[in-house]
């Protein structure tokens, strides 16, 4: 199968094709980066939704909810499900279909689960591009859920148009929340599971803390230019996933005032820097036996931050070669092989000592 057939067929809507170039982008196949040049110009339809939290939030119910309000406007939707991989045997749960069952039959709906399997910035790349292909198969919206609010996590919902953060009460969220890292990634805060003890005063902490954050840097431009709504729902019964969906909905109206090309491009960019960082330390760090390198100065008993001034240098430098290349103590960066003897004569010294 052509990689040109495989994305007609996914411009087609045909949800195999959606299947297979996914799998391409989450195995890092080279054949994907041949699909997105020809399907990039059709990317930019879908509006993504971003949604994380802690375990436990109840985010899959929200996401299902959503996905049902969503399809009740003859919306379609697609929903990127991202699970945490076991660290012993590499496997997991995928868990998050189970409470999206009843989406599972929707012809509407297309479902995708991801494992993170131990990876970070291979994560968000995978992710960013999965979602790219739902966006080109014609998806009205696109929910990306992801398991905790790490760098990882952080990485894969920063890329969505709206990030959802959900919080539950009774579980220590409200401090959690009001640290800034929560309240900086999030769009619209949302108390889940509001029908427990506890969940009033979760809204009013969070909303104290959003008050704060937004009022707290002066006048004019210092001021936050959107302040992040705080909801209250309870997925499993439906209760204020209308007032999230409009929440969402006033998101979106605020960044399309301000700019929404200019802000998308500014994602896009991030991603294109996550990108280079990963292809130059494969290439480089770990191909280009920058780490042979490394572990030979040190080795050689050359001091840490000597020897990372001496690499970059390298890189930088170019086609000048090591020769010329100084590190900050003004010594020249030895090659691999000249290192990597010093360091062997002086193990062979220190014990015949």
């Given amino acids: 199968m052509t990689t040109s057939n495989v994305t007609d067929r996914l411009l087609a809507g045909d949800k195999t094709a959606i299947a297979r170039l996914v799998s391409w982008a989450e195995n890092g196949d080279p054949r994907f980066r041949d699909a997105a040049k020809i399907f990039h110009a059709k990317v930019g339809k879908a509006w993504r939704v971003g949604v994380t939290g802690p375990p436990g939030a109840g985010k899959s119910t929200l996401v299902n909810a959503l996905a049902k309000h969503e399809r009740d406007a003859q919306k379609t939707v697609a929903i990127l499900a991202v699970d945490p991989s076991s660290p012993f045997s590499g496997g997991a749960l ?22 993170s399997r131990g990876s970070h910035g ?53 401090i959690q929340a009001m640290k800034a890292g929560l309240l900086e990634v999030a769009d619209v805060l949302v108390v889940n599971k509001s029908d427990l003890p506890g969940a009033e005063r979760l809204v009013v902490d969070l909303e104290e803390a959003v008050h704060i954050r937004a009022f707290g840097r002066g006048e004019g431009d210092a001021q936050l230019s959107w ?22 909905a006033s998101h979106r109206a605020h960044l399309e005032a301000r700019g929404l090309a200019a802000v998308r491009r500014e994602k896009r960019l991030a991603y294109v820097r996550r990108s280079v960082e990963e292809t130059l330390q494969e290439r480089l ?34 086609s000048k070669g ?27 010294g220190a014990k015949s000592r």
């Fill in 285 to 318: 760090w770990e191909r280009g036996g920058l780490a042979e390198t490394a572990r030979s100065l040190l080795d050689s008993g050359r001091a840490p931050y000597d020897v990372v001034e001496a690499i970059v240098a390298t890189i930088v430098s170019g």
């Fill in 227 to 248: 302040i992040p709504p705080v909801v209250g729902t309870s997925a499993s019964g439906g209760d204020g996933v209308a007032a999230l969906a409009n929440a969402i």
């Fill in 122 to 174: 291979g994560l968000a790349r995978a992710a960013v591009d999965a979602c790219d292909v739902m966006d080109a198969a014609g998806y009205d919206a696109i929910l990306v859920e992801t398991v905790g609010v790490g760098q990882a996590e952080y990485d894969v919902v920063s890329a969505a148009d709206t990030v959802l953060v959900v919080l539950c009460p009774g579980a220590g969220d409200g």
């Fill in 94 to 115: 995928l868990g998050d279909r189970i409470r999206m069952e009843e989406r599972t039959l929707d012809p509407g709906v297309y479902i995708r689960s991801m494992a």
């Fill in 322 to 348: 090591t020769s010329e290349d100084a590190g900050p103590s003004g010594t020249s960066l030895a090659t691999g092989k000249d290192a990597e003897k010093k360091g062997a004569d002086a193990k062979r």
